[in-house]
């Protein structure tokens, strides 16, 4: 898949439609899965991304072109989807059909308890730390993403790192059964 | 890098939806090409009948204004000949009228 993606992402002649989902349709899903926390809703969310990019595949200039409008587009609608919900009741968890490939292999209780300090987040936070994470990218790449300025991607992310460690330190002490986290988390690069 | 950064990129791994995932948009983008290809030859029709519409009703109005004209028309000529009628008459008395006044004479 990131061969694919790789090969989707130079600047070469835009590739076809297909080529463009099977490519990019990991991120577009997992940014919505992991911004919404709704299986169903995020490959709805992923599939109405596709089918706007589908209609605008004609302004695409390139690859690259087309994978950083799928990121932002994902990102958008994820925060619009997240907005609608708040006043919405949630499908229950029995409803959610089961997940199409494995979990990823790790701690399965930290990744999910870290998605969940960061699903508590503020939108905006949360995206930066989504498009930091998942994505990879770097403050800059995150500020055209989210049309903000550089300085405030870095406070976010800051801002962010520092309530995680303080709640993740609460949330993984001994008493609670499990290794002190809370040291570990609080190492600086 | 902390901890705390691998832990969040392990967290926030991509996940693929699977290939019934690709089918599915593939399937609704052919599907929702389908229906812009009907809704343009819709909107040709749509177009088509305003077209005909607008040349009935310019056609329509050019040939009623028409028809008001002639009837104006008509209606002046009426008049005409009727105040050449009135006039006439007008003369022919006087004409009469000045023939008495001679034969007196």
Not at chain 1, 78 to 85: N, P, W
Not at chain 1, 178 to 186: A, D, I
Not at chain 2, 41 to 69: D, K
């Amino acid at each position: 898949m990131a061969a694919a993606s790789n090969a989707v992402m130079g600047n070469e002649p835009l590739p076809d439609f297909a080529s463009l989902v099977k490519a990019h349709q990991a991120m577009v899903f997992s940014i919505a899965l992991h911004y919404v926390r709704d299986r169903s809703a995020a490959e709805e969310l992923a599939q109405d991304v596709f089918l706007q990019l589908h209609q605008s595949l004609a302004d695409m200039q390139s690859g690259e072109h087309a994978a950083r409008w799928l990121r932002k587009v994902a990102v958008h609608r994820s925060i619009d989807h997240a907005r609608r919900s708040r006043f919405r009741p949630q499908v229950g968890l029995e409803d959610a059909p089961e997940p199409a490939t494995p979990a990823a292999p790790g701690d399965p209780m930290l990744s999910e308890r870290l998605r969940r300090l960061v699903a508590s987040l503020p939108e905006k936070p949360r995206a930066v730390m989504l498009l930091r994470y998942q994505e990879d990218l770097d403050p800059e790449e995150i500020a055209a993403t989210l049309a903000m300025p550089v300085r405030t991607v870095k406070s976010h992310l800051q801002r962010s790192l520092t309530m995680l460690r303080e709640k993740a330190s609460r949330a993984f002490t001994p008493a609670a059964g499990r290794q002190n986290l809370s040291r570990e988390m609080g190492e600086v690069e | 890098m902390s901890r705390l950064e691998d832990a969040l990129r392990e967290a926030f791994r991509t996940e693929d939806p699977g290939p019934q995932f690709t089918a599915r948009v593939l399937a609704a983008a052919a599907g929702a090409r389908r229906k812009e290809h009907w809704w343009s030859v819709a909107g040709l029709r749509w177009a088509t009948a305003g077209a005909l519409a607008c040349v009935l009703l310019i056609g329509g109005s050019l040939e009623y204004r028409r028809e008001q004209e002639e009837r104006q028309g008509r209606l002046a000529k009426q008049q005409l000949v009727l105040a050449l009628h009135i006039a006439g008459t007008k003369l022919n008395l006087a004409r009469d009228r000045v023939q008495q006044l001679n034969a007196g004479d």
